[in-house]
């Protein structure tokens, strides 16, 4: 069986989305959410879910390089928290510290939605023996 996975990179400003597949383990990047307020965040949310099916959400946790907590840690985990109550899926956090290593923005450019996909990538790569 095939199951549809959704990958968000969580920021204050903006959220990246990725999806990708148990079949192919490959994620790739959707869009980006800029929107301000919560309601609309999700109310976006909601119809990506509704358009794409997913068995399940994987939620980027940042930590300091340490592994040390900070504020978007604990704001990341809210956020997954929220969207396990708001749409019943099972939700999955995956380390990024190194994830946003990975991308190097141009000035002005927007990768929440590349670094969601490398977010998902992790998942599905730490999960690659489980389908």
Known sequence: MVDIVLGFDFGIKRIGIAMGNTLTGQAQPLRIIAAVDNATRFRIIEELIAEWQPARLVVGEPRHPD?????MTLRSRRFANQLHGRFNLPVELVDERYSSAVLQARRGEKIDDKAAA???QQYFDAHANNY
Request: net charge negative; charged share 25%; hydrophobic share 50%.
């Open 67 to 71: 592994g040390a907590e900070h504020d």
């Open 118 to 120: 490398i977010i998902l």
